[in-house]
């Protein structure tokens, strides 16, 4: 086994702090990753603090990974030693399910291997994540990302970037759609960028006027100030999509009277249950509201080509390691434009 320097929590209560961790050796079909950045993610807080319930503890979070290829398997094609590469929210699969065999690793019916908090299949107990030096990875799960980005800035892509670009990829979001993303934070700052690039009609529906003029600035064309009921109604059956990123559970019927008919909202935020939705806003013009996830490997790496080919990158505040808990803290404040990276360097000196 390799030992690795990481961060991790021993209990939901706990502070982070320094540990020694294990890593698998290399096997023939692996790629061992120098972690250069890791992004910060809410849904490393719920984890850590087990509010979904299935923490395992101690708990090293961390699915947006960029590092450096430092070694690879006998059997290994796709990589080198020296290549830039991204492992995201997932590190293995069964691959031979139908989801694998359609490219949806994270649906695989025998039960997808995430970055941190699942069954480890080589070592005794779960995997753990990216707050660390280094990782060891199958090949199939490991991602190219091009130098010509600023790589730091690349890291929350392989979460809330694919968590937005796929849903605005499956209804096929086109030049001059009139595309409303919900909610301006780590997902919605990114499903205006995507959805502005794809030419779509783009417009950032929010609670709050101030946030008007950053919307503006990643891309959005207009704001909706949802509290305003006259804008919200002046708006009503005119949108061909809303990506709804709002992380917590609320009132979605407001945003379906805005959708056209037979056309679509999708939910990528609020995992849990959603009270109150009238079933007449989705029969009356046979409205659908959906949810969607991450994406498959496939589709993290074509959306990887398309920030290259766009020049997209999240915007990011970097962090020590060390700051990991007041990181924690100020997400939960939403107090950070618009994701926290952490410099894997202060953790490694």
């Given at each position: 086994?390799?030992?690795?320097?990481?961060?991790?929590?021993?209990?939901?209560?706990?502070?982070?702090?320094?540990?020694?961790?294990?890593?698998?050796?290399?096997?023939?079909?692996?790629?061992?990753?120098?972690?250069?950045?890791?992004?910060?993610?809410?849904?490393?807080?719920?984890?850590k603090l087990n509010d979904w319930g299935n923490a395992k503890?101690?708990?090293?979070?961390?699915?947006?990974?960029?590092?450096?290829?430092?070694?690879?398997?006998?059997?290994?094609?796709?990589?080198?030693?020296?290549?830039?590469?991204?492992?995201?929210?997932?590190?293995?699969?069964?691959?031979?399910?139908?989801?694998?065999?359609?490219?949806?690793?994270?649906?695989?019916?025998?039960?997808?291997?995430?970055?941190?908090?699942?069954?480890?299949?080589?070592?005794?107990?779960?995997?753990?994540?990216?707050?660390?030096?280094?990782?060891?990875?199958?090949?199939?799960?490991?991602?190219?990302?091009?130098?010509?980005?600023?790589?730091?800035?690349?890291?929350p892509l392989l979460c809330a970037g694919i968590t937005t670009?796929?849903?605005?990829?499956?209804?096929?979001?086109?030049?001059?759609?009139?595309?409303?993303?919900?909610?301006?934070?780590?997902?919605?700052?990114?499903?205006?960028?995507?959805?502005?690039?794809?030419?779509?009609?783009?417009?950032?529906?929010?609670?709050?006027?101030?946030?008007?003029?950053?919307?503006?600035?990643?891309?959005?064309?207009?704001?909706?100030?949802?509290?305003?009921?006259?804008?919200?109604?002046?708006?009503?059956?005119?949108?061909?999509?809303?990506?709804?990123?709002?992380?917590?559970?609320?009132?979605?019927?407001?945003?379906?009277?805005?959708?056209?008919?037979?056309?679509?909202?999708?939910?990528?935020?609020?995992?849990?249950?959603?009270?109150?939705?009238?079933?007449?806003?989705?029969?009356?013009?046979?409205?659908?509201?959906?949810?969607?996830?991450?994406?498959?490997?496939?589709?993290?790496?074509?959306?990887?080509?398309?920030?290259?080919?766009?020049?997209?990158?999240?915007?990011?505040?970097?962090?020590?390691?060390?700051?990991?808990?007041?990181?924690?803290?100020?997400?939960?404040?939403?107090?950070?434009?618009?994701?926290?990276?952490?410099?894997?360097?202060?953790?490694?000196?």
């Amino acid at each position: 086994m390799l030992e690795a320097k990481a961060y991790g929590a021993s209990s939901a209560d706990a502070n982070f702090g320094e540990m020694t961790i294990d890593r698998r050796d290399l096997h023939d079909i692996d790629v061992k990753i120098d972690i250069l950045y890791c992004g910060v993610c809410h849904s490393d807080i719920h984890a850590k603090l087990n509010d979904w319930g299935n923490a395992k503890y101690p708990i090293v979070p961390g699915h947006e990974i960029i590092g450096k290829v430092t070694e690879v398997g006998s059997k290994v094609s796709k990589y080198k030693v020296g290549d830039l590469v991204g492992v995201g929210c997932m590190v293995d699969s069964c691959q031979e399910c139908s989801a694998c065999e359609e490219d949806m690793e994270m649906w695989c019916e025998n039960g997808s291997t995430s970055t941190y908090n699942s069954k480890d299949k080589f070592l005794d107990g779960h995997t753990l994540g990216g707050y660390s030096t280094t990782i060891v990875v199958r090949e199939e799960f490991v991602l190219s990302v091009s130098e010509d980005l600023d790589i730091k800035a690349v890291a929350p892509l392989l979460c809330a970037g694919i968590t937005t670009y796929s849903p605005l990829k499956h209804w096929n979001i086109q030049k001059g759609d009139k595309v409303g993303i919900v909610g301006l934070g780590g997902l919605g700052h990114m499903g205006i960028k995507f959805a502005a690039a794809m030419g779509a009609e783009t417009v950032m529906i929010t609670t709050s006027e101030e946030k008007s003029k950053d919307a503006k600035r990643l891309g959005a064309d207009s704001v909706i100030i949802s509290k305003d009921k006259d804008q919200m109604k002046e708006h009503n059956n005119s949108f061909d999509f809303i990506l709804n990123t709002i992380p917590v559970g609320h009132d979605v019927n407001p945003y379906l009277a805005l959708l056209k008919r037979d056309k679509t909202m999708c939910l990528v935020g609020a995992i849990e249950p959603l009270e109150n939705v009238h079933g007449g806003n989705l029969i009356l013009r046979r409205k659908r509201l959906a949810g969607s996830l991450i994406g498959g490997i496939k589709e993290t790496q074509e959306m990887l080509d398309f920030c290259a080919e766009h020049n997209i990158v999240s915007d990011v505040e970097m962090i020590n390691m060390q700051d990991i808990d007041n990181a924690f803290e100020r997400v939960q404040n939403s107090d950070v434009k618009y994701r926290f990276v952490i410099d894997m360097e202060s953790l490694k000196s």
